[in-house]
């Protein structure tokens, strides 16, 4: 009988001081902060002085955002006639292509998802996927090509210009001055006069 009163008492102390054995184990095995931890400790209590001090940029009238969805919409213009031209990196000029119709798309443009989860039975969480754009194409995240809204130079009128550095594609002809042509013409000009002592050539 003694002994089996023993062995409850036993029982309770162990259940007894379990928790904070636990409890001390677990504080001697906590990893300690490597460099790289306090370092990022540091820099985010720099990052916080930073926002508090200078705060948010002050966008008003969201002139950006507003002129990327009008590039949108007037690319999706029916029928939209455009001019294509190559630009030469040695002349520093353009050649005129045959009239295209709407505007070039970057080869890294996806028709459908490029992404997709597959079911597992072993993992969990969450996954970030590309969004499509408001055209319904999922637009590559880094590409070569630019668009710029720009101004005819023969008339009033704006339009998106696609750019890259090869090749610019506009609604409307670039100015004459800087076809390939014409600079050809006025090098060969300047070289004439030159050779004839500074004395102009007849066109």
């Known amino acids: 009988m003694r002994n089996l009163n023993f062995k409850w008492m036993r029982l309770f102390l162990i259940l007894l001081l379990a928790p904070l054995l636990g409890g001390a184990d677990s504080g001697c095995n906590e990893r300690k902060p490597t460099s790289d931890d306090i370092q990022k400790q540091q820099q985010e209590q720099i990052l916080k002085q930073q926002t508090a001090a ?12 507003r002129t990327a969805k009008e590039i949108l919409e007037l690319r999706d213009q029916e029928g939209l006639v455009t001019y294509t031209y190559l630009f030469s990196d040695t ?5 005129e292509l045959p009239a295209t119709v709407g505007f070039p798309i970057p080869y890294a443009t996806q028709f459908t998802n490029p992404q997709k989860i597959e ?7 969450y996954a970030v996927l590309p969004q499509a754009d408001p055209n319904g194409l999922f637009s590559p995240a880094s590409a070569e090509g630019t668009w710029s809204l720009m101004k005819d130079p023969k008339s009033p009128k704006v339009g998106p210009s696609y750019s890259e550095p090869r090749i610019i594609v ?19 000009n300047l070289i004439a006069t030159a050779l004839s002592g500074g004395k102009p050539v007849a066109k």
């Open 54 to 65: 200078v705060g948010m940029a002050n966008i008003v009238n969201s002139r950006e955002k």
């Open 91 to 95: 002349l520093a000029c353009v050649r």
């Open 119 to 125: 079911a597992s039975a072993h993992s969990y969480g």
């Open 170 to 188: 506009t609604i409307f002809k670039l100015p004459e001055e800087l076809q390939c042509d014409s600079v050809m013409t006025k090098y060969v």
